[in-house]
């Protein structure tokens, strides 16, 4: 054809008039391309040119682009006016087809086809009529299956169970019921292996108006889902630790000087509710940190800033809810877009460790205090070993009274180890030492030698080893020589608490009678240096004995130290 109209045809050549007539421009180019010999009417009307007046033109003059254009192609050609067009080129010799094309297809060109494989996403289209999937190279590669029209949909549906394929044909049937897009995720097998698929499609209406078609894209997201359901899980298993461990988890924001607190801890451990919002910067420094611990808690962030590293702070918050002094313990990193630039905000933890704390300077003065009472019991022990070696008469009346006074000893170290080395009842101690030798009436009823009277009162583990050990001598005298020694004695013992010192003062009284005539005794043994000495140095007590011939007597006055409960990790 492009020869006959070089030969510039007669008007009534049915050839000429058919090329003149087409519907789609067409233009016939020189021998070297480069001047339009012959164009017709729907190309002069597609770019707005007069009719006949562009063959003679240079080519260049309707490109837009390079002549590399006028291969077969969309491009961009130039109007008359100046303005540019979208065409679809096709190229036989010399001769061009030029059809104008709407934005879609414009955009629809090579380099979208690339970048739809790039982004992993194959092109396919559904027949009503045939029931089969045309597949594009890539969704075939999906898919497991060959290009182009290859597979049914009743072969395809085989990888998808039942319940999926309700589920899809709902969404799809509600979307070609709106004329919307629909788009799905869902399972299936592809060569023995299962994929996560990702589709997005188009319902296409026929004549009649009832769906003729469907068309899409369809990309593999397995390895996505697999990332992001891993990401999940680890972020998971994070806040199950940080929720069994009761971390804070926080992001401060420097430029806004605005914190995002990520869980509910740190909402716990700063005493907020939610309605009251996180604190920043300025706010936690000024107001929330205590004034002490603010200066170091400053330089902290600057160095962690001028070194980029790891922020680790202390300190003590008050707390909203209740006011209350709070000890915490901080550790983050600042995060920087690029080295060198200024951080953008720093991610971190904070933990609540007040009882901690507390624990630790509980547990450090439990040791000074098993250290103070290791100390004291060792002095005493000396002391026995001395004077019981100095008033016994033989190795077994030595044996005899020391191995008593060691047991006394252990007992009340005992008692006192049950209760935390806190406190022991000065009833369980006499009981102990008294209940070997008679029945125990605590009303004092005239079956039991011996009577208990007083109300309950706890002893100190300071003043409780010296009270023990006076009550084991006292029992042990009464049985050697005084009211237990014989038939017929009773011991009464009473004591009260009165008013007075930090925690009231004790009075004690311990009477023998119904025993052997009784003397002063005509040299102090060891008994009557721990209750005249030890009583006196110890407990600072003041104390009164009397050698009355119906029965010895005892009285003793001892202020209580106060309870320390820093010592009782109940407390």
């Given at each position: 054809?492009?020869?006959?109209?070089?030969?510039?045809?007669?008007?009534d050549?049915?050839?000429?008039?058919?090329?003149?007539?087409?519907?789609?421009?067409?233009?016939?180019?020189?021998?070297?391309?480069?001047?339009?010999?012959?164009?017709?009417r729907?190309?002069h009307?597609?770019?707005?040119?007069?009719?006949?007046?562009?063959?003679?033109?240079?080519?260049?003059?309707?490109?837009?682009?390079?002549?590399?254009?006028?291969?077969?192609?969309?491009?961009?050609?130039?109007?008359?006016?100046?303005?540019?067009?979208?065409?679809?080129?096709?190229?036989?010799?010399?001769?061009?087809?030029?059809?104008?094309?709407?934005?879609?297809?414009?955009?629809?060109?090579?380099?979208?086809?690339?970048?739809?494989?790039?982004?992993?996403?194959?092109?396919?289209?559904?027949?009503?009529a045939?029931?089969?999937?045309?597949?594009?190279?890539?969704?075939?590669?999906?898919?497991?299956?060959?290009?182009?029209?290859?597979?049914?949909?009743?072969?395809?549906?085989?990888?998808?169970?039942?319940?999926?394929?309700?589920?899809?044909?709902?969404?799809?049937?509600?979307?070609?019921?709106?004329?919307?897009?629909?788009?799905?995720?869902?399972?299936?097998?592809?060569?023995?292996?299962?994929?996560?698929?990702?589709?997005?499609?188009?319902?296409?209406?026929?004549?009649?108006g009832?769906?003729?078609?469907?068309?899409?894209?369809?990309?593999?997201?397995?390895?996505?889902?697999?990332?992001?359901?891993?990401?999940?899980?680890?972020?998971?298993?994070?806040?199950?630790?940080?929720?069994?461990?009761?971390?804070?988890?926080f992001?401060?924001?420097?430029?806004?000087?605005?914190?995002?607190?990520?869980?509910?801890h740190?909402?716990?451990?700063?005493?907020?509710?939610?309605?009251?919002?996180?604190?920043?910067?300025?706010?936690?420094?000024?107001?929330?940190?205590?004034?002490?611990?603010?200066?170091?808690?400053?330089?902290?962030?600057?160095?962690?800033l001028?070194?980029?590293?790891?922020?680790?702070?202390?300190?003590?918050?008050?707390?909203?809810?209740?006011?209350?002094?709070?000890?915490?313990?901080?550790?983050?990193r600042?995060?920087?877009?690029?080295?060198?630039?200024?951080?953008?905000r720093?991610?971190?933890?904070?933990?609540?460790?007040?009882?901690?704390?507390?624990?630790?300077?509980?547990?450090?003065?439990?040791?000074?205090?098993?250290?103070?009472?290791?100390?004291?019991?060792?002095?005493?022990?000396?002391?026995?070993?001395?004077?019981?070696?100095?008033?016994?008469?033989?190795?077994?009346?030595?044996?005899?009274?020391?191995?008593?006074?060691?047991?006394?000893?252990?007992?009340?170290?005992?008692?006192?180890?049950?209760?935390?080395?806190?406190?022991?009842?000065?009833?369980?101690?006499?009981?102990?030492?008294?209940?070997?030798?008679?029945?125990?009436?605590?009303?004092?009823?005239?079956?039991?030698?011996?009577?208990?009277?007083?109300?309950?009162?706890?002893?100190?583990?300071?003043?409780?080893?010296?009270?023990?050990?006076?009550?084991?001598?006292?029992?042990?005298?009464?049985?050697?020589?005084?009211?237990?020694?014989?038939?017929?004695?009773?011991?009464?013992?009473?004591?009260?608490?009165?008013?007075?010192?930090?925690?009231?003062?004790?009075?004690?009284?311990?009477?023998?009678?119904?025993?052997?005539p009784?003397?002063?005794?005509?040299?102090?043994?060891?008994?009557?240096?721990?209750?005249?000495?030890?009583?006196?140095?110890?407990?600072?007590?003041?104390?009164?004995?009397?050698?009355?011939?119906?029965?010895?007597?005892?009285?003793?006055r001892?202020?209580i130290?106060?309870?320390?409960?820093?010592?009782?990790?109940?407390?």
């Open positions: 054809m492009s020869e006959w109209v070089a030969q510039d045809p007669a008007a050549d049915p050839y000429r008039i058919g090329f003149d007539e087409a519907a789609v421009g067409l233009v016939v180019l020189s021998a070297d391309e480069t001047v339009i010999v012959a164009a017709n729907a190309l009307d597609l770019i707005g040119w007069a009719p006949g007046t562009l063959p003679g033109r240079a080519i260049a003059e309707l490109l837009a682009e390079a002549p590399g254009g006028l291969q077969a192609s969309l491009q961009f050609w130039r109007r008359a006016d100046g303005s540019s067009l979208d065409v679809r080129v096709r190229r036989a010799g010399r001769t061009l087809v030029v059809e104008s094309v709407d934005v879609d297809t414009a955009a629809h060109s090579e380099a979208n086809s690339e970048a739809l494989a790039a982004a992993g996403l194959g092109e396919w289209r559904w027949d009503r045939t029931g089969l999937l045309t597949l594009s190279r890539r969704a075939a590669r999906i898919l497991g299956r060959p290009p182009g029209r290859s597979v049914s949909w009743d072969e395809l549906k085989t990888g998808l169970s039942e319940t999926e394929l309700a589920r899809l044909g709902a969404i799809i049937a509600e979307a070609g019921a709106a004329g919307t897009p629909y788009q799905f995720d869902t399972p299936t097998t592809v060569a023995g292996r299962t994929v996560i698929l990702r589709v997005r499609g188009q319902v296409v209406a026929g004549p009649d009832a769906p003729a078609s469907m068309v899409g894209v369809i990309q593999d997201i397995t390895t996505r889902v697999e990332a992001r359901d891993e990401i999940l899980s680890r972020d998971q298993r994070l806040r199950v630790a940080t929720t069994i461990a009761k971390l804070g988890i992001e401060w924001h420097m430029l806004e000087d605005q914190a995002i607190w990520e869980n509910e740190m909402y716990e451990i700063f005493g907020h509710a939610p309605e009251d919002g996180t604190i920043g910067k300025a706010e936690f420094l000024n107001d929330i940190l205590h004034p002490e611990d603010r200066p170091a808690v400053r330089k902290a962030i600057s160095r962690a001028r070194e980029d590293g790891i922020l680790q702070i202390g300190g003590r918050i008050r707390r909203k809810s209740d006011g209350a002094w709070r000890t915490i313990d901080m550790a983050g600042f995060e920087r877009d690029a080295p060198g630039r200024l951080p953008r720093l991610i971190g933890v904070v933990a609540d460790v007040t009882d901690r704390r507390l624990a630790e300077e509980r547990q450090s003065l439990l040791i000074r205090e098993l250290h103070h009472r290791v100390k004291n019991t060792l002095a005493t022990v000396q002391a026995i070993v001395g004077s019981t070696a100095r008033t016994a008469s033989s190795i077994e009346s030595f044996y005899e009274a020391f191995v008593g006074r060691i047991k006394s000893l252990a007992h009340t170290h005992s008692v006192l180890t049950e209760d935390t080395w806190q406190m022991a009842s000065l009833e369980n101690l006499l009981l102990n030492e008294l209940k070997p030798y008679a029945e125990v009436t605590a009303d004092g009823g005239a079956e039991g030698r011996i009577s208990l009277s007083g109300p309950a009162i706890d002893l100190p583990s300071e003043i409780a080893v010296p009270i023990g050990m006076a009550i084991h001598e006292l029992t042990t005298n009464a049985a050697k020589y005084g009211a237990l020694s014989n038939r017929t004695g009773r011991v009464a013992v009473d004591w009260t608490l009165e008013p007075g010192g930090p925690a009231g003062i004790l009075r004690f009284s311990w009477r023998e009678t119904g025993g052997p009784v003397a002063p005794p005509s040299r102090q043994g060891f008994g009557s240096r721990l209750l005249q000495r030890v009583l006196i140095a110890q407990v600072q007590a003041e104390v009164t004995t009397d050698y009355a011939p119906g029965g010895f007597t005892l009285t003793m001892a202020p130290p106060p309870r320390n409960d820093s010592l009782n990790p109940l407390v």
